[in-house]
T-cell receptor
Framework: ELKVEQNPLFLSMQEGKNYTIYCNYS?????LYWYRQDPGKSLESLFVLLSNGAVKQEGRLMASLDTKARLSTLHITAAVHDLSATYFCAVGVIYNNNDMRFGAGTRLTVKP | SAVISQKPSRDICQRGTSLTIQCQVDSQVTMMFWYRQQPGQSLTLIAT?????????ESGFVIDKFPISRPNLTFSTLTVSNMSPEDSSIYLC?????????FGEGSRLTVL
């Protein structure tokens, strides 16, 4: 069964600092997603990573994928308060299993 | 991109009743997923609903409790049957569109 482990679960950062969220998964997958969720809201898609070595960047967020290590990272550069939210990774095994599972989420708080 | 309309957005239900959640996608999609999210928790996959086949349920979820319909390529429903307070949660539908997983706004159910 596909398992997704995300850490840390809670992250408190000072503005201007850098940090990385990690997402490990247990089996070969087709794709990996990163989402942002604000309190009381649905999920906002940040990145879709499909191949080994894929790197995508949007503003202060950069996501990468290492399929051999079954690891994705979400790197935050020079954090600002607006980045405070919960971040989820999700891993899909679509073509054989129709499976799409989420990590536990990282609750990020950026303090002034 | 895709727009997913989900309703109701919230409801308060009595124990023992059933409620059907509707999910409409603005494009034709083969693969849809239903998730449950408890407050402060991650998303748990309930079932995969592919048009033209029976829904596939995850461990812990059964068709009698959570019947799903998928009558066409743009629509799906999830029914929560014989509700108890333990069913109070947010239910989210999602659709896989050109490799990206989009979410509805969620249906927040409270069972008294």
């Amino acid at each position: 069964e596909l398992k997704v482990e995300q850490n840390p679960l809670f992250l408190s950062m000072q503005e201007g600092k850098n940090y990385t969220i990690y997402c490990n998964y247990s089996t070969t997958s087709d794709r990996l997603y990163w989402y942002r969720q604000d309190p009381g809201k649905s999920l906002e898609s940040l990145f879709v990573l499909l191949s080994n070595g894929a790197v995508k960047q949007e503003g202060r967020l950069m996501a990468s994928l290492d399929t051999k290590a079954r690891l994705s990272t979400l790197h935050i550069t020079a954090a600002v308060h607006d980045l405070s939210a919960t971040y989820f990774c999700a891993v899909g095994v679509i073509y054989n299993n129709n499976d799409m599972r989420f990590g536990a989420g990282t609750r990020l708080t950026v303090k002034p | 991109s895709a727009v997913i309309s989900q309703k109701p957005s919230r409801d308060i239900c009595q124990r023992g009743t059933s409620l059907t959640i509707q999910c409409q996608v603005d494009s034709q999609v083969t693969m849809m997923f239903w998730y449950r999210q408890q407050p402060g928790q991650s998303l748990t996959l309930i079932a995969t609903a592919n048009q033209g086949s029976e829904a596939t349920y995850e461990s812990g979820f059964v068709i009698d409790k959570f019947p799903i319909s998928r009558p066409n390529l743009t629509f799906s429903t999830l029914t929560v049957s014989n509700m108890s307070p333990e069913d109070s949660s947010i239910y989210l539908c999602s659709a896989l569109v050109t490799g990206e997983l989009f979410f509805g706004e969620g249906s927040r159910l409270t069972v008294l």
